[in-house]
């Protein structure tokens, strides 16, 4: 082996090095809120209820499980167990940590049709309930101490949209990931989206 492929070998294998300390993970799983308010229809803005009941939840969470079986408005491919609006939403404070640091929540998986808020700023949609993906919240963030609101819609009513069981909610789990100004992305593959 030359010392030209010598070096080559060493680069690759130490660039994976360079790349695990610009990110720090955080597991975001813990202190969610949910609730399934009757009548509750998605919007690109958001309005809730200071009538809603929330419950204590950890992630990940379907809450499909929890609501028991039955026949109306729904099909055998998911178990019988009903679908409709989910909200799920987590306080948390804006840490020294995040100090110079570029934020991201990354959800592991939603299922599915999904809108996300950082303190009232909506994020994005996401359609597909199989894949993660992630938002930046630096921007949004409010000043160190300060408590932000992450929210999550996830809109379930569509029944028959899978073969197999899909649940409904953030049925995997959720970071939140701090990155330095400067990073290298993780390679992730995708298909266009086309309708």
């Not at 690109?44 to 204590?56: A, H, R, V």
């Amino acid at each position: 082996m030359t010392i030209k492929n010598i070096i080559t070998v060493l680069t690759i294998f130490l660039s994976g090095f360079c790349y695990a300390g610009t990110s720090t993970k955080v597991d975001f799983n813990f202190d969610w809120k949910f609730s399934k308010p009757a009548g509750f229809v998605p919007q690109d803005t958001l309005f809730l209820s200071p009538d809603i009941k929330w419950e204590d939840v950890c992630l990940p969470h379907d809450w499909s499980i929890s609501e028991g079986y039955t026949k109306t408005q729904t099909a055998g491919s998911n178990g019988f167990l009903p679908g409709g609006v989910g909200i799920y939403m987590k306080n948390f404070l804006t840490s020294d940590d995040m100090n110079g640091k570029k934020v991201f929540i990354h959800f592991e998986g939603v299922y599915n049709n999904s809108k996300v808020w950082i303190n009232g700023h909506l994020l994005g949609f996401r359609p597909n309930g199989y894949v993660g993906f992630e938002y930046e919240l630096t921007q949004y963030l409010k000043p160190k101490g300060s408590m932000n609101t992450i929210t999550v819609c996830v809109d379930r009513r569509a029944y028959a949209d899978s073969r197999w069981y899909v649940g409904a909610g953030i049925y995997r789990n959720v970071s939140l990931i701090l990155r330095n100004e400067l990073y290298i992305l993780q390679t992730e593959y995708s298909l266009p989206h086309h309708r």
